[in-house]
């Protein structure tokens, strides 16, 4: 591909070191395709829909998030779901899922370059990220299979547990990950 | 911290959330026949109650969903929330 698209992280000025003393990692995993995804869970148009092209159904218990081969699918909203696609994918997710909808009541809408993925891992990472954020972070009450919409030192973000346990991945919106990078490194720095 | 329980997504911090004024404030239907006074009472007129209020209330951080609280105004103790659509606790009733 011509340099003239080549894709840009909205964190492209931010400097990943590595990290000091007890400071947990924070790494950028750019790129992803994000597809927000509306419409009625009861309908088994939707349900056959999603079913068809992603091969599993939308997750309709509160605040989960399953994997569905290369995608992961959250739970935004009882008629609201977020699909994080492999870097690429998602036009052929998208086009995929309009034309298994044809006719049915739903929006698949790309918001590709408004989010990026941040992980933040370590034995630190959720004392770090709680410095501020509301949501309760101990692995009893928020596991892997888990999501959250909540707050990150006052900017929005989802939030779930990664897999392996050993930290946190954060959808953040491209319009404040700036400012919550910057904000992340410098609240990491108690942590050195 | 004080928390309020969206029916959603349970216990959450209040700084996620925002009301949205009174709640069961169904709009006139055929609102082209309505009176300029009744129009006003519908859009303006709240019943600002001392004691047990019927709110609706957004996760505005969280799920983005709008939901009902029955919340008392001079203690500010929420009783119970409910989903759009479901009937009041009896409590809520007067
Ligand atoms: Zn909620």
């Known amino acids: 591909m011509s340099d003239l698209f080549q894709q840009e992280s909205p964190l492209v000025q931010i400097e990943f070191s590595e990290p000091k003393g007890a400071a947990p990692r924070i790494e950028e995993k750019p790129f992803n395709g994000y597809l927000n995804l509306r419409g009625r869970s009861d309908h088994t148009g939707f349900i056959a829909g999603v079913l068809k092209v992603l091969g599993v159904e939308a997750p309709t218990e509160a605040n989960t998030v399953i994997d569905a081969g290369d995608n992961r699918i959250y739970w935004f909203g009882p008629d609201e779901w977020l699909i994080v696609t492999k870097p690429g994918q998602q036009t052929r997710v998208r086009n995929d899922l309009l034309a298994a909808f044809a006719g049915v009541f739903s929006s698949v809408v790309d918001n590709s370059s408004g989010l990026t993925t941040i992980h933040v891992t370590g034995d630190n990472a959720a004392a770090l990220i709680a410095t501020d954020c509301p949501l309760d972070l101990h692995p009893r009450e928020f596991k892997p299979g888990q999501c959250a919409q909540t707050r990150l030192a006052k900017a929005g973000m989802t939030i779930s547990p990664l897999a392996d346990g050993s930290g946190f991945e954060l959808i953040i919106r491209r319009s404040f990950a700036d400012y919550l990078l910057l904000w992340l490194q410098d609240a990491a720095i108690a942590f050195e | ?94």
């Open chain 2, 1 to 94: 911290m004080f928390l309020i329980e969206c029916p959603w997504c349970g216990l959450r911090d209040e700084t996620e959330f925002s009301c949205a004024g009174e709640a069961h404030i169904a709009r006139p239907l055929e609102t082209e026949k309505l009176s300029d006074e009744e129009w006003a009472d519908y859009l303006f007129m709240r019943s600002n109650p001392k004691g047990a209020h019927r709110e609706q209330w957004l996760h505005a951080a969280g799920c983005r969903r709008y939901f009902n609280a029955l919340r008392d105004t001079v203690t500010y103790k929420i009783s119970a929330t409910y989903k759009i659509g479901e009937t009041p606790p009896s409590e809520g009733k007067k």
